[in-house]
């Protein structure tokens, strides 16, 4: 039996020497150490051993055993060291070439836009505040004077979770949610950016998600006038330190007096053109004072304080500074568009 183990070791250790690819190392690994394999098989032969032989031939197998083991695994990295050299020599790489240029990509047109304005309304001392998405009925709509049954509403009709839960139409509510938080307290100077959701028809003007940015200032002593100064610098430093702006009367439910706010065209410079429709102006924004009636509902006493406020649609913004004629080119995803605002 040891003369048959010794010889065994010999003749695999040779073969293992001579192997010079994987699968064939794999073959001589299930010959010898396999479950069908001869060392195996030699050890179902150790019944027939006396008592004294068994210990002694025991060891003997076990060290038989090591060595295969061993002779297998150095042969393996051995073989794997031999291709990874190979592969390195055949694939040389050229250190001295210049290196291929990876494309750096852009800020998106609208974080853009909404970057600039940020900027604009912080260097005239607003803070940035932000609320959810998902909204409740009583801050989206009942907080602004929009009470359950009030006919506004259709013109902000939006997707609802629940009765009382819903997807905000705008970003007012987070104008409400600060006053709350102020309890009455004042100054307030905040702008609000973020998306807003409606139900509406997507098309080249409309789509049902779409991002807003809400201004609101309350103290004492707030009038018109500081209104319209304030959006008069925000256009200026939009769109060109000569541009001009006027205020239309109009409505909204948490606003009295409101406006309309339309910039002088950019394009003809008010003498009318296809841009402007021939009225050599272009609607921009809503604003308005702070109605009372929001006031008293966030702690504020009307006869004390007065606010206005303001909402734009930063894709309007958008469309208007880089003359894009549709809405949707901007979440379309389409590189040849979004190229066009690499500064680079």
Not at 58 to 67: M, P, Y
Not at 97 to 105: D, E, F, H, S
Request: hydrophobic share 35%; with cysteine; charged share 25%.
């Amino acid at each position: 039996m040891q003369t048959r183990l010794q010889e065994m070791k010999d003749s695999a250790l040779g073969q293992i020497g001579q192997v010079t690819e994987s699968a064939q190392l794999q073959e001589l690994r299930v010959k010898y150490l396999g479950k069908k394999g001869e060392l195996t098989e030699l050890l179902r032969g150790m019944g027939s051993l006396s008592a004294e032989e068994r210990p002694l031939v025991g060891q003997l197998v076990n060290e038989v055993r090591e060595a295969l083991e061993s002779a297998f695994g150095n042969k393996q990295q051995e073989l794997e060291e031999a291709i990874l050299n190979a592969k390195l020599s055949s694939q040389t790489v050229d250190v001295t070439l210049p290196g291929r240029p990876v494309p750096a990509g852009s800020m998106h047109p609208l974080s853009r836009i909404i970057e600039e304005i940020e900027d604009i309304f912080v260097g005239l001392g607003f803070e940035v505040a932000e609320g959810p998405e998902v909204e409740m009925d009583h801050f989206n709509f009942e907080m602004l004077n929009l009470p359950k049954d009030h006919p506004a509403r259709d013109m902000q009709d939006t997707f609802y979770v629940t009765d009382e839960i819903l997807m905000r139409t705008h970003t007012s509510p987070v104008q409400a949610r600060t006053m709350l938080k102020k309890e009455g307290k004042t100054p307030v100077k905040i702008i609000c950016p973020g998306k807003v959701y409606r139900r509406d028809d997507d098309d080249a003007t409309h789509s049902h998600q779409f991002t807003q940015i809400e201004g609101l200032v309350i103290d004492k002593g707030i009038g018109m006038s500081d209104l319209k100064g304030i959006l008069l610098t925000f256009a200026r430093q939009m769109f060109g330190e000569n541009q001009q702006i006027r205020l239309r009367p109009s409505f909204f439910p948490f606003t009295e007096p409101s406006a309309e706010v339309d910039l002088q065209c950019f394009n003809c410079g008010g003498h009318g053109c296809r841009v402007c429709k021939q009225t050599g102006w272009i609607e921009i924004l809503g604003s308005g004072m702070v109605h009372p009636r929001v006031l008293e509902m966030a702690g504020y006493n009307p006869e004390e304080v007065s606010g206005f406020a303001f909402g734009m649609g930063v894709e309007r913004i958008a469309m208007l500074k880089y003359g894009v004629e549709d809405i949707r080119h901007f979440y379309t995803n389409d590189v040849r568009f979004l190229r066009q605002f690499n500064r680079e």
